[in-house]
């Protein structure tokens, strides 16, 4: 009889642990977190702009609101990848060309490295001092808008309301960006019809847009419970690009949500994860992959590394809860499930 109490007594540590569980699930559910590990809250074309706080080079704090009133473009660059040495070159380009609206649209350019402010050398004085240059050494900038790509852009008009979010650098950066600013900024696309052609390209034809529709029609048919169909867009969607990191992460996400964990495994191999976001999204799903195979050690081992990366990760933190619980460590679990909810309110 004293063993049935301890059992049914929700102050049992295991009951204790268990009932936290069910209400991080129940949380997950109900944000629909049930998602990419990194990308739970990434920004999408739609979504409203979040508020951005950062203290530029200069010493200057730059604070932006909803209701600025203001289009905004804010980029991310890497100093080490040539593609964010590119669309810089680029980015000064079609940002003179709109010089005369740079009291229109805050412009942010974040970079994990401050040298990169000089690829921007000629571009006039009035417009570089508009600029907001943030040095982000510690990608939490990146962390809060769950970048994984560089170079990635931003772009929201004077509503705040998103209307591009581009990651990566092709043929097609600097006509997509000129299209979207002026989309941002609400100025009517006199366009001829070359131009309209290249649009056209840019929305409809890269492999990025292509890539873009298969994550799309695999997120549908998984909302379908249609998994096996999920993977078969996303592995299309790798054939295009087998370096896109979304699309691995998609990959080894949704094979660990399927309890395929050696596929997981499988997806990230040859992946090369650059970024503190990237690197713990892939720890994140090793250490999944590894805890479903039985791999406790090893799974512990990313568990944490991908926490230590990424402290926004409520997924990381409840596979590290589901870890310990089934190693019998109820306090840690207890603490790991926490942690895991404390994140999700926060992200409400």
């Not at 000064?92 to 709109?98: A, I, N, P």
């Not at 769950?146 to 043929?171: E, N, Q, R």
Request: proline fraction near 5%; hydrophobic fraction near 45%.
């Amino acid at each position: 009889m004293m063993s049935k109490n301890l059992t049914m007594s929700p102050k049992h540590p295991s009951m204790k642990v268990r009932n936290v569980s069910l209400m991080i699930v129940a949380a997950m559910v109900l944000c629909g977190i049930m998602a990419p590990p990194c990308a739970a809250r990434r920004i999408a074309d739609g979504d409203t702009l979040p508020p951005i706080s950062a203290a530029t080079l200069s010493g200057q704090q730059f604070d932006r609101a909803p209701g600025s009133d203001k289009a905004a473009l804010i980029t991310f660059l890497a100093a080490d990848q040539k593609p964010s040495q590119q669309a810089a070159e680029d980015l000064k380009r079609v940002l003179t060309s709109f010089s005369d609206h740079r009291h229109q649209i805050d412009v942010v350019i974040v970079m994990d490295n401050p040298a990169l402010q000089g690829s921007f050398e000629g571009m006039p004085a009035d417009l570089k001092e508009a600029v907001y240059w943030v040095h982000d050494a510690e990608k939490q900038l990146w962390g809060q808008f769950h970048i994984i790509a560089a170079p990635t852009v931003i772009m929201a008009d004077k509503t705040d309301k998103v209307v591009s979010v581009a990651a990566g650098y092709g043929y097609d950066f600097a006509p997509a960006l000129r299209f979207h600013l002026n989309q941002a900024l609400g100025i009517e696309q006199a366009m001829t019809a070359d131009e309209v052609g290249t649009v056209k390209t840019v929305q409809n034809n890269t492999n990025s847009a292509k890539i873009q529709r298969h994550l799309k029609m695999a997120k549908m048919l998984q909302d379908k419970g249609k998994t096996d169909a999920a993977l078969e867009q996303l592995a299309q969607a790798r054939q295009l690009d087998p370096e896109d990191l979304q699309v691995v992460l998609e990959i080894g996400r949704l094979n660990c949500v399927s309890n395929k964990p050696d596929q997981a495994l499988k997806a990230l191999e040859g992946s090369v994860f650059t970024t503190p976001a990237d690197k713990a999204a892939g720890e994140l799903i090793s250490g999944w992959a590894k805890r479903l195979s039985g791999d406790m050690p090893a799974a512990k081992e990313h568990l944490l590394k991908a926490t230590n990366l990424d402290p926004s990760l409520a997924r990381a933190f409840f596979e590290l809860g589901q870890l310990y619980e089934a190693t019998e460590q109820n306090d840690l679990a207890l603490k790991a499930y926490k942690d895991a909810l404390s994140i999700l309110m926060k992200g409400q």
